[in-house]
């Protein structure tokens, strides 16, 4: 586990597991702080902010993957609807057994988690819902500190678009339009992944976007991929690449 501080009351929060690092974010505004999605649960997270902040907690998940929500039982936690069976089949104690040998977690009550604003106190946070890696999948727009948090919707690696809850590229592509979109229009100039260190710039977003379109005209038709739970055909256009099925 490690902690540190991004920018004032910003921090990032790291845990490792069987998908190797992945990244929380807390956001502290004057009344309230947010707690970007919970890892894989194996650490004493509510410990951990507690120590940043006295402030009550919302939990907000981008997707309902185990190595992004499996810590949310101690949380007021939410979620995209569109991503209830994603997160009930990934806490289910017979899918975490290659996972957790054989441990358990406690499972979460979960809120609908909705597109708009959400107010900090002083700190405002835009949430857009951007289906692709999964069909509930949302990124968090903080314009104070000009950082997007974007889970797993893009990452300096691979974007699995190959899994059975995976969306179409073109799905993919429209979610990544709208993402551009709130991004330029509130200055965002570091967009922050769910699984590495290092934020990325709006130029890889949109080379993201040209992946997308590439893919969909037919220019790039890919390689077989097979990633475990993620199979299908892998692309790549200068720093992005995606593995997705042919729907």
């Known amino acids: 586990m490690a902690v540190k501080k991004l920018a004032e009351n910003t921090y990032r929060i790291s845990e490792w597991g069987a998908f190797g690092p992945v990244k929380m974010y807390l956001l502290i505004g004057n009344e309230r702080a947010l707690l970007i999605d919970s890892g894989y649960g194996k650490i004493d997270l509510k410990s951990i902010v507690a120590r940043l902040t006295d402030k009550p907690i919302m939990l907000m998940l981008t997707h309902g993957h ?17 991503d209830f069976d994603v997160y009930d089949r990934h806490s289910d104690p017979e899918f975490l057994k290659p996972y957790r040998k054989g441990k358990t977690i406690p499972k979460a009550h979960l809120n609908p988690l909705l597109s708009g604003t959400v107010d900090l106190g002083g700190r405002k946070v835009e949430v857009i819902h951007t289906p692709g890696h999964t069909r509930g999948s949302v990124c968090m727009i903080d314009k104070d500190s000009g950082m997007a948090f974007c889970g797993d919707t893009i990452n300096p690696w691979d974007v699995w678009l190959g899994l059975d809850e995976s969306l179409s590229v073109t799905e993919y592509r429209k979610s990544l339009i709208r993402l551009l979109q709130s991004v330029e229009k509130n200055g965002i100039t570091k967009l922050h992944s769910g699984h590495s260190g290092k934020a990325m710039n709006v130029q890889k977003l949109k080379n993201f976007i040209t992946l997308c379109d590439r893919i969909i005209s037919g220019e790039k ?4 991929a097979d990633k475990g739970i993620c199979k299908g055909y892998k692309a790549r256009y200068k720093t992005a690449a995606v593995i997705w099925q042919k729907r």
């Not at 038709?221 to 077989?224: P, R, V």
């Open 66 to 82: 185990l190595d992004h929500a499996n810590g949310s039982a101690p949380f007021d936690a939410y979620l995209h609807e569109n």
């Open 221 to 224: 038709t890919g390689k077989k």
